[in-house]
């Protein structure tokens, strides 16, 4: 008899970091480099993912990356990765990076915002089937319904583009 997976709450695999903008990280305008604004998200993503199917994942897509406002040398950016979708194997997460000039004490400002898919696997790197969303408040509910459309919309694109 196969076991039932029970319903996870987005909070359980939630993940924030931080990070400090160095001179390394610049491009020649003093901003950071977009290579590693995305190398960021698609590491917190990972983390949420796994967190949320305690299961290995391996990134499907990098469905949508906007870039909001650029992020100079010395400031912090904090990321947040949050589940917004589930399937089958599959899970979708937002991830909202948001810059910080300590210095100016201004608060923090949206500089990224990401959607990536991630798949879960088994021991032998096949799709696994991962927890439900559990959607707690009517926020969970919309942001659900909403990476569900893009979702739909992101497979007929795939199907219009392979075929």
Request: charged share 25%; with cysteine; glycine share 4%.
């Amino acid at each position: 008899m196969k076991t039932k997976i029970q319903p996870k709450p987005a909070h359980l695999s939630t993940v924030e970091t931080y990070h400090l903008v160095l001179p390394s990280h610049a491009n020649a305008l003093g901003s950071i480099f977009g290579g590693t604004i995305m190398s960021w998200i698609d590491i917190a993503a990972a983390i949420c993912a796994q967190r949320h199917s305690e299961r290995v994942c391996v990134t499907a897509s990098i469905d949508a990356l906007h870039f909001i406002s650029p992020i100079e040398v010395g400031d912090s950016v904090h990321l947040r990765a949050r589940v917004v979708f589930t399937g089958k194997s599959s899970m979708m997460i937002e991830v909202r990076a948001e810059h910080e000039n300590v210095r100016s004490q201004g608060g923090r400002s949206l500089s990224a915002l990401a959607y990536l898919t991630f798949v879960a696997l088994d021991e032998k790197r096949r799709p696994t089937k991962v927890p439900p969303l559990e959607l707690i408040s009517d926020q969970d509910r919309a942001d659900f319904k909403a990476a569900q459309r893009r979702r739909e919309s992101l497979i007929a694109q795939r199907h219009n583009d392979f075929n």
